[in-house]
């Protein structure tokens, strides 16, 4: 259905663990096969995260979304197939060395009780640290900087109990950028967000991808979002899944099409620009049923009369 999809045409049976990912690109699956217990839930899936941008994978529920992103960040070890970091099969790689890589946001992370913001974003240097080695100048940098970049500063003090769901949400950004990896892996991070904040997440999202002002490249981001639209808007590169399969990847302008959604989300739609970023907008069409509407203006019997309390 989709020629933006590529295919691995290889007929190797077990991907080389220390074939290159493709140029750009430090991370990747090859032919990555996910189960739990005896349920399949990625069949030989294969995909390149592109350096320095955002991708997002989309898709119904319970299609391997989050799965997926788990096995990136080494928390579900493959069935089949393998995810490979810098080329090297991430299995055959240190842990430590590894979340200095590579940062993990899970969906409802869950902070200890009444610790302070700067405490918790203090903990992603976890990974730098050793018995011989400890706080360092290096560290109190990054914490600094992770904690400015998500405007969570003035919050410092505060415990993290008292906090908005987007405070919340951008002081667990701010500790994944204290842990300072090329790689953030975000699963569902606007969930349970009202819109505001969700833009306010996905803007700081963005600002993670885009390069810094003397040139540097900026973070490479792979996020899981139920709304195609936000989805749409936000990313460089999309991953429609479904069923555990990748349907079509690439450019949302390139791939996000009426018959990609019906394909992938049973839904007719229309799809039409965004008026503010000309990135593809979903509009659900049939079925639907329109607002029901009175034909006459005035107050029904049964309706509440101005100033009257019920």
Known sequence: MSPSRSTNTSTDPSPTMTDAAQPGSRLAARSLTLAYEDRTVVHELDLTVPDGQVTVIVGPNACGKSTTLRALGRLLRPRGGAVLLDGTELARIPTKQIARSIGLLPQTPVAPEAITVSDLVARGRQPHQSWWQQWSDEDERAVTDAMSRTDVTALADRSVDELSGGQRQRV????????????????????????????????????????????????????VLHDLNQAA???????????????????????????????????????????????????????????????????SASAPTPGKVL
């Open 172 to 223: 667990w950004i701010a500790m994944a950028l204290a842990q300072d990896t090329d790689l953030l892996l975000l699963d569902e991070p606007t969930t349970y967000l009202d819109i505001a904040h969700q833009v306010e997440v996905l803007d700081l999202v963005r600002q993670l991808a885009s390069p810094a002002a003397d040139g540097t490249r900026g973070r490479t981001v792979v996020t």
């Open 233 to 299: 808007r936000y990313a460089d590169r999309l991953v429609a899944m479904k069923e555990g399969r990748i349907v079509a990847e690439g450019a949302p302008g390139d791939i996000v099409t009426a018959e990609l959604v019906r394909e992938v989300f049973g839904l007719e739609a229309v799809i039409v620009p965004d008026p503010v970023t000309g990135s593809p907008l979903v509009v659900p069409g049939a079925p639907w049923t329109p607002a029901t509407t009175s034909a006459s203006p005035s107050v």
